[in-house]
């Protein structure tokens, strides 16, 4: 393969920028050219793609955001908006295209490879939802952000004698609230894949409260409700001064964690590795810290699980 292609897609993640200098610098160092492609596949359509060469991924490995830029793109579903795509990439020599996503972004990238544009994907998403891998990008500079937000709003709950609700992202998964509601002591989670009585947390913050409590974190995922949603219902059942907090975007920002670079670093190279030997169709993980391939249908042919064990051990260690 003489020339590949690199795009970001779907909502940014920190660390999306360390993953397409692995791929521009590893496939340099193997005498391919490599074209990146901007606004995810938006660009694929308009035709925004440009050469990169190693010193266009300078100084973005400590970068947050994609310095390529990410959309979202419904019309990408149609096969005759995906054509124009794939005569853009034709038309420049390209054989080989690395997205980096997260679960509609590998949709895209599947019926991509159907259709003649070899394809890897790589995981990028704050939301740690992806089949086939233990982690996503993102995932681990975003639950850090959360972390040192619940500790600074501990520190007002407490002053306060308040209940803080506070809203994570993580779309239909409880991953960034549950590791979360384990690093941050919070005192309850909620998460889609466990249904949780309210009643049972109004139980919790008041048994707290006659024991001396000072406050009470409730960690809420996005996917399960809303925190104002929450608070509605918590006030149902129990009386106590109640403040949420939405932490919204900023989930998104920030220089990526150590963890996340190494992570993105090790998944650009071998989609690179992939490409060379003409495998494709695949998505890059990483399973019991060794990098894994896994067909696209193969992800989307089950729903994503959440660790149990884990989601045990957070009520327990937060009676
Ligand atoms: O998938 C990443 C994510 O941040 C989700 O956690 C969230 O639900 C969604 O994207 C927000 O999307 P947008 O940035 O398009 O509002």
Redesign the pocket.
Known sequence: MKKIAVLTS??DSPGMNAAVRAVVRKAIYHDIEVYGVYQGYQGLITNNIKQLDRGAVGDKIQRGGTFLQSA?CPEFKDPKVRQQGIENLKKLGIEGLVVVG?DGSYRGAQRLNEEGIKTIGIPG???NDINGTDFTIGFDTALNTIIEVVDKIRDTASSHERTFIIEV???DAGDLALWSALAGGAETVLIPEFKKDVQEIADKIQQGIERGKKHSIIIVA?GVMSGEDCAEELKKYINVDTRVSVLG?MQ?GGSPSGIDRVLASRFGAYAVDLLMNDETGLAVGIQNNKLTKTKFEDIFSSQHKIDEEMYRLTNELSI
Do not use: A, K, L
């Open positions: 779907g909502g979202r997260g998403t704050i939301d992202m993580g779309r996005e975007h998104r």
